[in-house]
């Protein structure tokens, strides 16, 4: 069996850049290696209404859902949790990498145009205009906040050009050995 050099991977970025794709991708390649992992979108651990006040993200329900299914997955055997997330902060990295119980943890940040997210958005929230529009608001501002957010450990990928396949396999190539 492949050995690998982290036992996390959490892949980071804006609305639209291939952050759920890739983390799928990514997971099917780890399966193929032969390497046990799971992998974890955390936009499902969150989804809950209405959202507690002063969290509109359900950032503390998230990380408290990961804490609970990433223990799970821990010891059912895997090596590697593929999370697919939004972290803002150096701060919140940290959280996130406390309830993943990680003692190795790869940050991937994926980028993308700004041209290459509205088609990407445009695609996936076509049948809803304003859940559409919102995301595209948020992309820019969140590419923001990232860009500004002090990351320094990182594996930064730009996704305009990639499919979601390639991408998961370059961040293969960063975790085995």
């Known amino acids: 069996m492949l050995n690998v050099t982290f036992d996390t991977v959490l892949i980071n970025g804006s609305v639209g850049t291939g952050k759920t794709t890739t983390a799928e ?4 390649e780890l399966e193929r290696c032969g390497i046990p992992g799971a992998v974890i979108d955390v936009d ?35 090596r590697v949790i593929v999370v697919a997330t939004v972290v803002e902060s150096l701060e919140e990295l940290s959280r996130a990498s406390g309830a993943l119980a990680s003692r190795r943890l790869l940050h991937v940040r994926l980028t993308t145009t700004p041209d290459a997210a509205i088609s990407r958005l445009t695609r996936r929230h076509a049948d809803d205009k304003v859940i559409l529009h919102w995301h595209l608001q948020r992309h820019a501002g969140l590419a923001g906040i990232l860009d500004r957010a002090g990351f320094t450990d990182e594996l930064r990928i730009d996704t305009t050009e990639k499919q979601a396949i ?11 050995e």
């Open 44 to 78: 499902w651990l969150r989804r809950s209404w209405p959202a507690p006040p002063g969290d509109p993200f359900g950032t503390a329900l998230a990380l408290e859902n990961m804490q609970a299914i990433a223990s799970n997955f821990r010891r059912a055997g895997a």
């Open 25 to 28: 991708r990514l997971g099917g």
């Open 166 to 176: 390639e991408v998961g396999r370059e961040i293969l190539t960063t975790i085995v």
